[in-house]
């Protein structure tokens, strides 16, 4: 009876049932709030740094490790199984201190080089051909990150055929020496990387001059991105807008949460209900970058031709000692900070088009995690899979009533919410459960049954191990409505997301 007792216990606990429900009102309209949500805000990013690529997605064909091509089974099975719209390679800083030419030919005969941001030397064991087989693999996109900071104009044109070409031209004959006849698709080229930093400190007009530079030689061939924002600069956009803006077709803003700064990060694991709610509340601030980005934008480009691509977002603490470079573990919280940052995509989809988070394995805000023959899922993976049904769905509009929670100097909403139509009619509702204390009671005016899944955990930093890989995983979830509607009950700390059929 005792085992029982704690077994009940704990789960009580895991659901928040030990504390008074706050109550909350969510109204649903059939208004669409903006465009449809593109497939792409659920895309991904891929940097040479840490463990990130080698080990963590690439092993080699000689390895014991099972994969094809070198590219490891396990990760790329769940990585399909949660569906990789788009991939952005080679990073990142490293983008704009490589030659693509390192990558390509005999991969014996390829130089190794120091990798003069993450440190350690690149083997170029992984280079163009072998990305693209990864994109193949998933059925997935190529988004390209070009070299702005160090290389030519002609270089990055000159990958760009060497990838692109038909008929008989040199780099089209020098690729298919290399074994691959048919040309790939390249839908995306990102022309430099933070210039505003690592990619070439660049004052904002002089970064303006040399975009319009090189993406001239792009011109017609692929979406050519302008890096922008990461760091709150208005007036970086502003130029970019005045002066580059008819040549780029998108821009990027680069958005990086933890609950401290860059001095001292925070702990990715062990931390305090101020540091949980620190970090949400750094989440929260995509929403109204994104705005104040968005109000330049359609200052200079009414017509919205330019989309606003998020192709680095996530979260960012500090690397345990012994780690490689850029590893942490991924909790419950980073889940959390993933449903926050979907949501508000969602609620820009006029100009977010895209948005990658940073990064698939081993780095950052992993979504999986690997040590040798051995793979994990992380909450994070998870909080994608939940979300999957809104790809492609039209949001809508709905009022969202909830009151707030506080701790410390730190003030949330309770709950925060997102609303969307399916293809085929149905409400798909996601509503997150900021609180880590208090269950709550959403009130709804829908009038059908709910079904879905929940996500949710005993504690604020849970997490996966390669020992109790299951720690932190989604479960069924289904609520039926009432005289009054439609209400669901939300654990503390928790993630439910419920398709609501057409009534």
């Known amino acids: 009876m005792k085992i029982l007792a704690t077994a009940a216990l704990a789960l009580c606990t895991a659901f928040g049932a030990a504390a008074q429900a706050v109550d909350v009102k969510l109204t649903v309209t059939n208004e669409a709030a903006g465009p449809r949500i593109e497939p792409t805000v659920y895309g991904h990013f891929v940097e040479h740094l840490g463990r990130g690529v080698y080990e963590g997605l690439w092993v080699g064909p000689e390895s014991t490790i099972p994969n094809t091509r070198g590219w490891r089974n396990d990760v790329v099975g769940a990585l399909r199984q949660v569906g990789i719209p788009v991939m952005r390679w080679p990073g990142g800083c ?100 933070e210039s505003w930093g690592c990619g070439g400190n660049m004052r904002p007009e002089y970064q303006s001059d040399l975009h319009n530079q090189y993406a001239t030689f792009l011109r017609g ?37 933890m609950p401290g700064d860059w001095s001292k990060k925070g702990d990715a694991t062990g931390f305090d209900m101020q540091a949980w709610a620190r970090t949400l509340h750094s989440a929260r601030g995509i929403d109204n970058r994104i705005s104040a980005i968005t109000k330049i934008m359609d200052k200079h480009d009414p017509a919205k031709r330019i989309a606003l ?61 690997t040590e040798g023959a051995k793979m994990v899922l992380t909450p994070t993976f998870h909080a994608f899979d939940l979300y999957k049904p809104f790809r492609g769905a039209t949001p809508l509009q709905a009022q969202l009533q909830a009151p707030p929670f506080r701790t410390g100097d730190i003030e949330l909403p309770a709950v925060e919410a997102s609303v969307a139509r399916a293809a085929d009619g149905s409400t798909l509702l996601a509503l997150v459960n900021l609180d880590p204390q208090r269950p709550a009671r959403v009130a709804t005016n829908l009038k059908a049954a709910a079904q879905g899944r929940v996500l949710t955990a005993a504690a604020i930093d849970a997490h996966n191990t390669f020992d109790k890989p299951k720690a932190v995983v989604p479960a069924p979830y289904s609520a039926r409505p009432g005289p009054q509607g439609l209400t669901l009950e939300l654990p503390a700390k928790s993630i439910v997301v419920v398709s609501v059929p057409k009534h």
């Open 94 to 193: 490293y983008a704009d201190d490589y030659d693509w030419r390192d990558g390509i030919g005999d991969p014996a005969k390829r130089p190794v080089r120091f990798n003069k941001w993450w440190g350690g030397t690149e083997s170029n064991r992984v280079g163009t051909h072998e990305f693209m087989d990864l994109v193949e693999q998933l059925g997935s996109e190529a988004y390209m990150a070009g070299n702005m900071g160090s290389m030519p104009p002609r270089a990055m044109a000159e990958w760009m055929e060497y990838m692109t070409a038909d008929g008989k031209t040199a780099l089209a004959d020098e690729r298919r020496r290399n074994g691959r006849d048919k040309p790939w698709t390249i839908k995306y080229f990102g022309v430099g990387n």
């Open 221 to 257: 061939q692929t979406v050519r991105v302008a890096s922008g924002d990461g760091t709150g600069n208005d007036h970086l956009i502003e130029v970019l807008m005045q002066r580059s803006a008819a040549h780029m077709d998108a821009l990027t803003l680069h958005y990086y949460t």
């Open 309 to 369: 691509y998020v192709d680095e977002w996530g979260t960012w603490y500090d690397t345990p000692q012994g780690a490689s470079a850029l590893y942490q573990q991924n909790s419950l919280r980073d889940a959390m900070v993933a449903a926050v940052s979907f949501n508000a995509f969602h609620r820009h989809t006029a100009r977010v088009k895209m948005a990658n988070i940073a990064q698939m394995v081993n780095v950052l805000q992993a979504m999986a995690l």
